[in-house]
T-cell receptor, first 113, second 117 residues
Framework: SQELEQSPQSLIVQEGKNLTINCTSS?????LYWYKQKYGEGLIFLMMLQKGGEEKSHEKITAKLDEKKQQSSLHITASQPSHAGIYLCGALPFYNQGGKLIFGQGTELSVKP | DTEVTQTPKHLVMGMTNKKSLKCEQHMGHRAMYWYKQKAKKPPELMFVYSYEKLSINESVPSRFSPECPNSSLLNLHLHALQPEDSALYLC????????????????FGSGTRLTVV
């Protein structure tokens, strides 16, 4: 079965600093999704990557998928308190068991003012 | 309307109670999902409905009974739950069951925080 490993598990940064979260898959990724979750709330879709080498940006968040399609990174530039939350990477297994989106363990981000 | 609405937001129930969680979307999505999330853990898939038919049951105990009355509604009926079933229950929807890659991902509701006492 496919597994996603995120690092770090938690991160505390000073406001204004840059940070990177990584997501590594045990198998080739056929679609990698990044979500953000506030504690006890639903998941907010950030972006999806599909092609090797692909990079997407939204406001101050940039996500990349490596050429081999087994690792993705999420980079936040000039972090703000509003960026705080849990970041989850998700993927559809290569055999695509009809909608079974699997998730990494999550990275908890705290931003100190 | 680009939302998935879940009710109630919070639910406390006894082990002998029967309750239901509700989920509604009006985006024309034809696939709907129930996920369970324990504290500090990622969401875990429970059920997938595609075109109002159950397509995936992840070996969920029978005390959880899903129902999809129409393409916009998804219910989760609860009966004789255990304290370890306390969790955040998330509903999600997508344009259709993912054959290939969904460019817009899943749309999640804000969840129902369930406590079993």
């Amino acid at each position: 079965s496919q597994e996603l490993e995120q690092s770090p598990q938690s991160l505390i940064v000073q406001e204004g600093k840059n940070l990177t979260i990584n997501c590594t898959s045990s198998k080739t990724l056929y679609g990698l999704y990044w979500y953000k979750q506030k504690y006890g709330e639903g998941l907010i879709f950030l972006m999806m990557l599909q092609k090797g080498g692909e990079e997407k940006s939204h406001e101050k968040i940039t996500a990349k998928l490596d050429e081999k399609k087994q690792q993705s990174s999420l980079h936040i530039t000039a972090s703000q308190p509003s960026h705080a939350g849990i970041y989850l990477c998700g993927a559809l297994p290569f055999y695509n068991q009809g909608g079974k989106l699997i998730f990494g363990q999550g990275t908890e981000l705290s931003v100190k003012p | 309307d680009t939302e998935v609405t879940q009710t109630p937001k919070h639910l406390v129930m006894g082990m002998t109670n029967k309750k239901s969680l509700k989920c509604e979307q009006h985006m024309g999505h034809r696939a709907m999902y129930w996920y369970k999330q324990k504290a500090k853990k990622p969401p875990e898939l429970m059920f997938v409905y595609s075109y109002e038919k159950l397509s995936i049951n992840e070996s969920v105990p029978s005390r959880f009974s899903p129902e999809c009355p129409n393409s916009s509604l998804l219910n989760l009926h609860l009966h004789a739950l255990q304290p370890e079933d306390s969790a955040l229950y998330l509903c999600a929807s997508s344009q259709e069951r993912a054959v290939g890659v969904l460019s817009h991902g899943y749309t999640f509701g804000s969840g129902t925080r369930l406590t079993v006492v």
